[in-house]
């Protein structure tokens, strides 16, 4: 079992700053990749970064040029860090933990994912 604590979201005026971190602890055999998503009011939760376990990233379109994603794998935490927020940037932001299990010879890749943290934008 893994157990993902999302931080640091908070109300900030438009044009701020906010860096969002991803914890994870328990057992597992190793890391794959970790994602951002955010669910706005109303929408469906959407991806708006990804790094996979080899470090390659991958941003929606509306969070390319803004937002970085980072990961150190042995402080075993991720980060958002988020640069010239909008009001649209506004939602719940969780993350997701891909994990592999080794247990009795057999492969598995469980995913986790944290509460997530409220980020509120105000124009």
């Known amino acids: 079992q893994v157990h993902v604590v999302e931080s640091g979201g908070g109300l900030v005026q438009t044009g701020g700053s906010l860096r969002l971190s991803c914890a994870y602890s328990?057992?597992?055999?190793?890391?794959?990749?970790m994602g951002w998503y955010r669910q706005a009011p109303g929408k469906e939760r959407e991806l708006v970064a990804m790094?996979?376990?080899?470090?390659?990233?991958t941003y929606s379109d509306s969070a390319k040029g803004r937002f970085t994603i980072s990961r150190n794998n042995a402080e075993k935490v991720g980060f958002l860090q988020m640069n010239s927020l909008t009001p649209e940037d506004t939602g719940l932001y969780s993350c997701?933990?891909?994990?592999?299990?080794?247990?009795?010879?057999?492969?598995?890749?469980?995913?986790?994912w944290g509460q997530g943290t409220q980020v509120t934008v105000s124009s």
């Open positions: 790094i996979s376990g080899d470090y390659r990233t």
């Open positions: 997701r933990i891909e994990t592999m299990v080794v247990d009795l010879g057999r492969t598995s890749f469980p995913e986790y």
């Open positions: 328990g057992t597992f055999s190793g890391i794959g990749s």
